[in-house]
């Protein structure tokens, strides 16, 4: 929008200088807009009502990082209003259904020693979690520094900043239980598996990895990786961007997942088809 905006202003023109001096225009414009903009808003209270009309709750947080890409991409693909109750909603499926998986494996949230939800983004799923009285065994971790702050600073969860690398991750201590929605639906083959075998490594004996992946749906290949995601569709300037190379979009079969888990020595695991609000395949691996 200021790019064009720029434009605008500052017509295209042959000569290079002019043209330096309308982009350095336009990201002035775009950093002083975004030192507006407040870090957090709260969601519409109409949207609040919706939820509870239909689950029955909704979070007691009701601030959303304005760097959240899980929202803004509901923002683009329906408007704020219903973004707003898509944004909770999804967030709700996501807890319902890891909620069984933790009901069934220790027992309930409350039972769990010690839990990180990876690749946490803003907190969609973590606002959630807050009523379970999990209280401070509760930890965040993202690449994204600042997703980490906004949910310390919103929840009180305590948090660690991921790296690119698998083998760069410095984590503060093991878990019994890693949930990780939403990262292996994006990650390239080339660090699939490493990662898979970074977060293997934070569980503690009979504790539980559980994460979900992008169907293959009709594609011919057991894997295939497409350099897009929301943060290309977005494009939006946020604080931080995740190369495409590193984070596109990627469609696995559950026998690539399978080959995965065999190259690290995992022989079992649990596959659930659509088992993540019934759009993203969950697998659930226990710790010998
Ligand atoms: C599609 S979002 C899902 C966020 C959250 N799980 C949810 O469902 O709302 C993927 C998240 O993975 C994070 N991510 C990407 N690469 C990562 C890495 N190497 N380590 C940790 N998090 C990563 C992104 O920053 C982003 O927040």
Known sequence: ???????????????????????????????LARRLRPGTFQLPPAAVA??????????????????????AIL?????????????????????????AVVAAHFGGWDQIGSYVDFAAGHGRLT????AERAGN?????????????????????????????????RAPRPF????????????????????????????????LLAFTTRPRGDKP???TFVPESEETILANGVRYTLPVYDYGAAYVSERYVA????????????????GLCGFQDLYLVTQP
């Open 137 to 169: 065994r509760i930890w965040v971790s993202d690449v994204k520094p600042d997703a980490v702050r906004f949910q310390q600073r919103q929840f009180g969860v305590q948090g660690f900043v991921s790296a690119t690398r698998p083998a760069d991750l």
């Open 221 to 223: 290949d057991d894997f």
């Open 75 to 99: 923002v683009r693909a329906y408007g704020p209003d219903r973004a707003a109750v898509e944004y909770l909603t999804s967030g709700h499926g996501i807890f319902a259904d890891l909620s």
């Open 176 to 207: 019994d239980c890693v949930t990780v929605t939403s990262l292996f639906t994006h990650l390239p083959d080339r660090t699939f598996a490493p990662w898979l075998g970074r977060l293997l490594s934070l569980v503690n004996p009979g504790g």
């Open 259 to 274: 080959g995965a888990l065999a190259s690290l020595g995992v022989t079992r695991h649990e596959f659930r088809p659509l």
């Open 1 to 31: 929008m200021f790019t064009t905006f720029a434009k605008r202003l500052i017509p295209p023109s042959l000569h290079p200088a002019a043209r330096q001096a309308r982009d350095g225009f336009a990201l002035t414009t775009r950093r």
């Open 50 to 71: 919706e939820v509870r009309r239909r689950l029955g709750r909704a979070p007691a947080n009701l601030a959303v990082s304005r760097d959240d890409q899980m929202y």
């Open 127 to 130: 606002r959630w979690l807050l």
